[in-house]
């Protein structure tokens, strides 16, 4: 069986030394902004897109593209990981579905969350500080990445 992948973008966003995780409705865990890259978009644009319609919030990323000189091309804003994760497996063991995630790290001015329509509400979000997230039962790989994200704010 063929495995279906699609391209998507995470962005953790920290502000004042915490970031914003909501609950996933299906999923049941909490997990930052992101979503699946549309066909006109690059990564980086996906994750910005992505956090603006979730939270409101408008996120600056951190790092830059590099810069190489390239006649025919520019350099994209390096993800701080890309992931592969594993969306539907069968029965039988095979995976039917994977995400690669492109996973950026940004800042953002304020704490208020205002979803647009059709989004999850503000209740369903929270700020982590680094020790909140310690001390939660978030899955293992959103903590430490999220811990990171704060890290690399400061």
Do not use: C, K
């Amino acid at each position: 069986m063929e495995t279906t992948r699609h391209f998507t973008a995470t962005v953790y966003v920290v502000h004042d030394g915490a970031t914003a995780l909501h609950e996933h409705a299906r999923l049941g865990i909490r997990i930052p902004p992101g979503g699946h890259v549309d066909r006109d978009e690059l990564p980086h644009e996906a994750g910005l897109r992505e956090v603006r319609e979730e939270t409101g919030l408008d996120p600056t990323l951190l790092g830059d593209a590099p810069d190489v000189p390239a006649p025919a091309g520019e350099a994209l804003p390096r993800p701080r990981y890309q992931m592969l994760y594993d969306i539907n497996v069968h029965p039988d063991g095979t995976v039917g579905h994977q995400h690669v995630d492109h996973v950026y790290f940004a800042t953002v001015e304020g704490r208020e969350i205002d979803p647009a329509d059709g989004e999850e509400g503000p209740e369903a979000w929270d700020w982590y500080t680094a020790r909140d997230l310690r001390e939660s039962g978030i899955d293992a790989d959103t903590r430490e990445i999220a811990l990171e994200a704060i890290a690399a704010a400061e």
